[in-house]
């Protein structure tokens, strides 16, 4: 499993232990598989969440809070000796019911979880940017196309009085290939589309199917007829 940016994130999630599902599954898989990179990152992960505590000051009591929590421990029976059970626990326990580090942390993880989302959102509007220019790359081509002298224009009106559809074909007789345009045709039923044919030898030949946006309009290539031999 190659290394990836987004494994860079969850390592620090890994870290606090927030990862589930399948995320939590991908990265351990990676780590086992010995990533140096995300190797290093969780090292270095775990060094910052165990040492945040310790980085925080601890602000003193009020004096008067002090002398009510002294007071209430000595009016109490001596507590029994801990046990050593008690003792390692402790010592595993570095500070972090401190209000400061759950504060730091709860930073830490929110910090964590924008990165990850302005990430995937940067992501999405690369892929939306790439999709326009290569909208905008074709839209181009096809202009360049329709301006060529070279370009034979045959209009196409509709048969039917309640339609005010209208289309043309645009042929380039070198190159043998073609562009259809179409506009102000109705929507069609659902699950059902439009096709285009032509007549070679009176017999109809399908040069393609095409669907229509919301205004009705289309565009789509035509290349030469299979039977067709020859320029048009």
Request: glycine letters at 6%; proline letters at 6%; aromatic letters at 6%.
């Amino acid at each position: 499993m190659a290394h990836k940016p987004e494994y860079e994130d969850q390592i620090a999630l890994y870290s606090l232990g927030l990862l589930e599902g399948a995320e939590l599954r991908e990265v351990e898989e990676h780590l086992a598989e010995g990533c140096a990179i995300c190797a290093a990152l969780l090292r270095d992960s775990n060094t910052v969440f165990t040492n945040l505590p310790l980085s925080l000051e601890d602000a003193p009591l009020p004096e008067d809070l002090e002398k009510k929590i002294l007071g209430r421990l000595e009016a109490r029976e001596p507590m029994r000796e801990k046990s050593s059970l008690f003792d390692f626990w402790k010592s595993l326990s570095p500070m972090w019911l401190n209000l400061g580090a759950a504060v730091s942390l709860a930073a830490i993880i929110f910090l964590l979880v924008t990165n990850i989302s302005l990430r995937n959102e940067l992501k999405l509007q690369q892929q939306n940017l790439t999709e326009l220019e290569a909208r905008l790359d074709k839209e181009k081509e096809m202009i360049a196309f329709i301006m060529n002298p070279g370009v034979n224009k045959v209009e196409l009106g509709s048969k039917m009085p309640d339609m005010n559809a209208s289309g043309r074909i645009y042929w380039d007789k070198e190159k043998d290939k073609g562009l259809f345009l179409v506009s102000s045709i109705p929507m069609p039923r659902k699950g059902m589309t439009y096709q285009l044919w032509a007549i070679e030898d009176g017999k109809p030949v399908s040069m393609g199917v095409f669907d229509v946006d919301p205004s009705g309009s289309s565009m789509m290539e035509l290349k030469p007829m299979p039977e067709h031999e020859g320029p048009m």
